[in-house]
């Protein structure tokens, strides 16, 4: 069991519908992440927020929206996807540290389908 | 682009035998990080290697870092079928940015 929580575990959802993932984590991690990883592809960042601002956005595009309502919740909503989008999402939480030697805690990931 | 290219991509070995997979990245690093994912589930973190350090170990696991030829090796000795995982290497160039950039991968399979 990871200490990273994420709902849905699968998703499957039509171009025109709007859906959210959800990313829980009660550790006390400041830093919390979004990854996008396609089959047999390694994880691509998407998003990083530090003490629940975005800090890092890697050119997502705009119909993918970050949120971190506070300092144990993350979600990404989603609205008009594309089928390329289909993928694993995966959230995962660190340690804040000015040296960046904290290893991330991953969840298992919402696996998406766009239909 | 992928800032680690692993390699091999794949491997298979038999239970009891030892498994060596390599990193290359090519910029200067902070720290290079070990991450095992199984099928279908999330990354686990296994081992992080600071950039002033040759090598470490952690169980049956041993790293090296050379960062003057930019590579790294884990070594897995008397290996388990459960082992059998992909096995990504992870860098930290933002120095203390949180952005960790994933190399390619190494498929391990462990056969009983």
């Known amino acids: 069991d990871t200490e990273v929580t994420q709902t849905p575990k699968h998703l499957v959802m039509g171009m025109t519908n709007k859906k959210s993932l959800k990313c829980e984590q009660h550790?006390?991690?400041?830093?919390m992440y979004w990854y996008k990883q396609k089959a047999k592809k390694p994880p691509e960042l998407m998003f990083v927020?530090?003490?629940?601002?975005?800090?890092i956005n890697e050119s997502v595009p705009s119909r993918f929206s970050p949120e971190c309502p506070n300092s144990s919740l993350l979600n990404l909503h989603l609205h008009a996807l594309q089928p390329e989008d289909s993928a694993l999402y995966l959230c995962?939480?660190?340690?804040?540290?000015?040296?960046?030697?904290?290893?991330?805690?991953f969840g298992d990931g919402t696996r998406l389908s766009i239909l | 682009s992928q800032q680690g290219e692993e390699d091999p991509q794949a491997l298979s070995i038999q239970e009891g035998e030892n498994a060596t997979m390599n990193c290359s990245y090519k910029t200067s690093i902070n720290n290079l990080q070990w991450y095992r994912q199984n099928s279908g589930r999330g990354l686990v973190h296994l081992i992080l290697i600071r950039s002033n350090e040759r090598e470490k170990h952690s169980g049956r696991l041993r790293v090296t870092l050379d960062t003057s030829k930019k590579s790294s090796s884990l070594l897995i000795t008397a290996s388990r079928a459960a082992d059998t995982a992909s096995y990504f290497c992870?860098?930290?160039?933002?120095?203390?940015?949180?952005?960790?950039?994933f190399g390619t991968g190494t498929k391990l399979q462990v056969i009983p």
């Open positions: 550790m006390g991690h400041r830093a």
């Open positions: 927020y530090s003490y629940e601002k975005l800090s």
């Open positions: 995962a939480s660190s340690l804040l540290d000015t040296n960046g030697d904290q290893p991330q805690h």
């Open positions: 992870a860098t930290d160039v933002s120095g203390g940015y949180q952005k960790v950039t």
